[in-house]
């Protein structure tokens, strides 16, 4: 395993960060397909074996048993060996000061800890002043209850405003961005990148294999997620005629270097400056096969033919 420090904190992480979206006792809605404890245990347990030592949730996966589930896996872990992040957002209030401290409060509960290591917005919020929800942050930080805050998907400007306001007010700066980006969906080098790297700021992106379009032949799957989850089971669709071309190409470099598909989506996120992208991960041996993407080095040549029939995208992920 790698390791790299994010940002201007000092919170050393695992360059692979294990996602907790798939953990959590199952609903009604979304998250109909996700693994029980003692599956999700498995899988987090392992993790940590092979040297992950970061991990990403948030309150809302789940109805905040995601939170709970990773709280009981990891307390046999030395906590100041880990680093968890968890979000604020969806949820009454959104990024309001109240909401903010209530959220924080519930989240520590959950996940049975004293401190978060990275809260994250997980959207821009309309509705509360930016100075209002940085307020908020800054005294979760003083309290104790926080040691750095990030971002997730929002347009560049947005995120701008942030930084530039956290600066003003003389507060810390954000750490981390966690957004959307793989080779399929690459919106944010537009704005919202350039943004981040002006600001030193670490980006964690979510969905380097797409949804699992990145990491097998067959661009459809008849797995239970895409099934039943209804926002990441559709996801890429509407852009499939173009996407499936793409992913053929992943295809034909991972038979170059005799790897998966997957290694090759993750070792181009490096390539691209991510500094722990967000894996999803729901079964060991894929869990094992990830560890080898560390071995692939792409070259100009590789990139370029993994880029090129790009086609831009409609934005995803804002609101």
């Known amino acids: ?74 307390k046999s872990f030395p906590r100041d060996q880990i680093v968890i992040t968890t979000k604020c957002y969806f949820n009454e209030g959104k990024l309001s000061a109240e909401a903010i401290h209530r959220e924080v409060l519930k989240s520590l509960k959950n996940l049975d800890t004293d401190y978060i290591d990275i809260l994250i917005l997980h959207r821009f919020d309309y509705d509360t002043p930016i100075e209002e929800t940085l307020t908020a942050l800054n005294k979760e930080v003083k309290m104790g209850h926080i040691r750095y805050y990030g971002a997730s998907a929002m347009f560049g400007y947005q995120f701008a405003n942030y930084c530039y306001s956290a600066k003003e007010l003389g507060f810390q700066p954000f750490t981390t961005l966690q957004n959307h ?48 989850d209804s926002k990441e089971g559709t996801r890429y669709d509407k852009m499939e005629e173009y996407d499936q071309k793409i992913a053929d190409r992943v295809y034909d470099i991972a038979e170059k270097y005799s790897t998966s598909m997957s290694n090759i989506a993750l070792a181009w996120q490096f390539v691209k400056g991510v500094a722990s992208p967000i894996i999803g991960i729901t079964k060991q041996k894929y869990l094992d096969d990830t560890l080898n993407c560390f071995d692939i080095k792409l070259s100009a040549e590789d990139i370029a033919y993994l880029e090129e029939l790009y086609v831009p995208h409609p934005i995803n992920c804002n609101r």
Do not use: H
Request: aromatic fraction near 14%.
């Open 181 to 228: 980006y793989n080779l399929i969906y690459r919106e944010d080098e537009r704005d919202l990148i350039p943004v981040a790297e002006q600001f030193g700021v670490s980006r964690t992106s979510f969905a380097p294999y797409a949804a699992g379009r990145l990491a097998r032949r067959n661009f459809v799957t008849d797995s239970k997620r895409y099934e039943l």
């Open 1 to 74: 395993m790698e390791y790299i420090k994010l940002g201007n904190s000092d919170l050393k992480v695992s360059r692979l960060c294990l996602g907790c979206m798939s953990f959590g006792e199952a609903d009604e809605g979304q998250y109909q397909w996700t693994l029980d404890y003692k599956q999700s245990e498995e899988i987090i347990q392992a993790a940590y074996a092979q040297g992950i030592n970061f991990f990403d949730t948030s309150n809302n996966y789940s109805n905040g048993s995601s939170e709970r589930f990773l709280g009981k896996a990891i």
